[in-house]
């Protein structure tokens, strides 16, 4: 009796990972075709020979954003849009790691959630998400600050007023 249940209990266990899988497949598929396509637009049209992270930067219009090498192993950056496309060198414009630290500096007690780059009124831009710790009304405030791509500087924070 015990072995019945047992073998019910991983056929069962084993259907409901077979089609959760397949159900994340089918939710994620659109957007997956998306990043393979704009990867291939940037190997075509572009120095980029290897893709190491793809992301999906929305702003003013949706671009994949590719972070990879070229064929002699520089990094860089290619932004593949509908209509556009931009690549640079990511030794052309400031690191994550700068963006983050000037996140810290404007605000230390801020809990930085993403930075990426993007493009916003058609420039190159690092946008960094981030969340400040609760106020005297004792809500988190989430913000959006964008910098320049190539120096760094901070163009303009969004404050979202939803929670």
């Known amino acids: 009796m015990k072995l ?38 940037a190997y075509q049209k572009t120095l980029l020979t290897k893709a190491d992270k793809v992301e999906r930067f929305v702003g003013d219009k949706p671009y994949t954003v590719i972070h990879g090498e070229n064929k002699i192993g520089q ?6 849009g509908e209509e556009e496309l931009f690549a640079q060198m990511a030794s052309d414009g400031v690191t994550e790691e700068q963006i983050e630290a000037q996140v810290e500096a404007k605000h230390p007690e ?13 420039a190159l831009i ?35 007023s939803i929670q």
Do not use: C
């Open 126 to 160: 690092w946008e960094a998400f981030y969340k400040l710790p609760a106020d005297d009304s004792g809500d988190e405030r989430y913000y959006y600050d964008y910098y320049t791509f190539k120096e760094g500087t901070l163009l303009d924070t969004y404050r979202l």
């Open 110 to 122: 801020a809990d930085l959630l993403r930075a990426m780059p993007g493009v916003l009124n058609g």
């Open 75 to 80: 990094k860089m950056i290619v932004w593949v």
């Open 4 to 41: 019945k249940i047992t073998i019910a209990s991983v056929a069962v266990v084993a259907l409901l990972l077979f089609f959760g899988g397949r159900f994340i497949n089918a939710v994620q598929e659109d957007e997956w075709k998306i990043q393979r396509a704009a990867v291939q637009t």
